[in-house]
């Protein structure tokens, strides 16, 4: 479309307030309507940026002047939400996971197609600098292809609320923060063709899981070992990610880790010849990820680019924590 996209924003809590700020920074966006259960989140929001509020989801799908709408609630209500949003005629962007199931992803994506309309998932952490890098590095061959990533994540203390619902994250810490390992493992690696998983909960789905142990073998060789767990500490973030391949040993402390203030390294180091380097990528924190995130979608719409993460592409990262459910559960390798 041409012109300026009205968007709407539906949930303001931890991460909708920072998708909304990236819709009022957005080239070519306005902020035009806003919605939350939550009176002090609504109401801080439209004084700051003089967009509609509206008090639930339904209300701003029905009755706001948007032609695309910013998904960023629980994940058990995605499905319901973006259904909505998708077959009254609006784009969506949805926060991660698209969906806590393959099947209700699939619906999603047909709704988008039969209405002609963008669909995806916000999978901010594609936008990181050090991610970037390592991506275009391995892909333009400027750094052997890694043998091993490691992906890390130790959290301090166990996330509460409703991420602490398995009925409504759809499963445990690999449903939720964990999900970013596997799409930024994809990104660097590529396709993903067999899953083995321990995770410390017979049934993910039902208890959700508080540790997990994954690797994940690529179609065109390598491997991904991903490592989650809550059991750290209080104060410890760490999503670091290391690549080792035959050149050299690749060092990203983690984007989140920066912005919890766990780390104080640089962005990126390599181990090359001997010797540690900074590699030189731009500063940028977790809020102004999910900013370029929202950016990419408005950037869409327009006409100009594609979607970081699709409904495909988000559907497939599903796919594959669902593969690890099933691992963990029948104590075996998947191939997908
Ligand atoms: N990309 C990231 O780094 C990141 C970080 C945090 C959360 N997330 C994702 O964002 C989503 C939301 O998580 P959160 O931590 O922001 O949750 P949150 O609980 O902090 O905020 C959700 C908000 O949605 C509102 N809400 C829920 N249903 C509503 C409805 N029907 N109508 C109006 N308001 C409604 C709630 O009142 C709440 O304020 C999840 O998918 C989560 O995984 C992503």
């Not at 509609?52 to 995605?78: M, N, Q, R, Y």
């Not at 760490?238 to 989140?256: M, N, T, W």
């Amino acid at each position: 479309m041409t012109g300026v996209v009205k968007v709407g924003v539906i949930g303001l809590g931890e991460v909708g307030r920072h998708q909304a700020n990236g819709v009022v920074a957005a080239p070519g966006a306005t902020l035009a309507a806003v919605a939350d259960f939550n009176e002090e989140f609504l109401s801080s929001t439209v004084r700051e940026t003089g967009a509609s509020g509206f008090a639930t989801a339904d209300e701003l799908i029905e009755k706001a002047d948007v032609d695309a709408i910013i998904v960023c609630v629980p994940h058990k209500f995605h499905i319901d939400l973006c259904r909505k949003a998708l077959a009254s005629g609006r784009h969506v962007l949805v926060e991660k996971p698209v969906t806590v199931s393959v099947a209700e992803a699939d619906e999603l994506i047909a709704i988008a197609g039969e209405k002609g309309k963008l669909f995806g998932a916000s999978h901010n952490q594609l936008f990181y600098p050090p991610h970037v890098w390592l991506k275009e590095a391995v892909s333009e061959g400027r750094l052997a292809r890694p043998t091993v990533l490691r992906l890390k994540l130790a959290i301090g203390g166990k996330l509460g609320g409703w991420r602490a619902d398995p009925d409504l994250t759809g499963g445990g810490l690999l449903f939720d923060a964990g999900f970013h390992r596997f799409y930024v493992a994809r990104s660097i690696m590529g396709e993903v063709a067999a899953v083995t998983a321990n995770l410390d909960a017979d049934d993910p789905r039902g208890i959700g899981e508080n540790v997990g142990l994954v690797i994940l073998e690529f179609r065109d060789g390598g491997r991904a070992v991903i490592e989650a767990g809550y059991f750290a500490p209080p104060g410890v973030f760490d999503d670091s990610i290391e690549a080792v391949s035959a050149d050299a040993l690749v060092r990203i402390p983690g984007l989140e880790a920066h912005f919890e203030k766990f780390s104080a390294e640089p962005e990126l180091l390599i181990f090359r010849d001997g010797v540690w380097s900074e590699a030189s990528v731009p500063v940028v924190a977790w809020p102004e990820t999910v900013a370029r995130s929202v950016a990419n979608f408005v950037d869409a719409i327009r006409g100009n680019g594609r979607l970081a993460a699709d409904g495909a592409e988000a559907r497939r990262i599903v796919e594959i924590v669902e593969a690890v459910y099933q691992s963990s559960r029948e104590g075996c390798r998947i191939e997908i």
